[in-house]
């Protein structure tokens, strides 16, 4: 199964922003609803955020709603999570996956992650 790609994460100050990457196929980008998750410090893996392939839907998790924007770029194939107003609770390892089941069930093909830390 294909393995998406994450980058963009680092360190930021709480209210700042960060905005993360997902480098996916082609045949992904067009046909494949794209989703963000994360997993916190002793947390198990949780929803963030996810598009669907036609970027007519997007779905936030609660605790994200109104500060996370997700996104999706065909021209060069990538999935962006825009991250404002952090808070320190927004530290964790964030993923990207496809999505089999709408909005917020995965494939399971997990990556590397990217690292979002947040300092209060």
């Known amino acids: 199964q294909e393995r998406l790609v994450e980058s963009g994460g680092g360190t930021a100050q709480a209210g700042g922003s960060l905005r993360l990457s997902c480098a996916t196929s082609k045949s992904t980008q067009e046909a494949a609803s794209t989703g963000w998750f994360r997993q916190r410090p002793g947390k198990e893996r949780e929803f963030v955020a996810a598009i669907s392939w036609n970027n007519a839907f997007t779905k936030y998790g609660d605790s994200v709603k109104g500060r996370f924007t997700i996104s999706r770029d065909n021209s060069d194939n990538t999935v962006y999570l825009q991250m404002n107003n952090l808070e320190p609770e927004d530290t964790a390892v964030y993923y990207c996956?496809?999505?089999?089941?709408?909005?917020?069930?995965?494939?399971?093909?997990w990556g590397q992650g990217t690292q979002v830390t947040v300092s209060s």
């Open positions: 996956d496809r999505i089999i089941s709408w909005p917020s069930g995965p494939a399971g093909s």
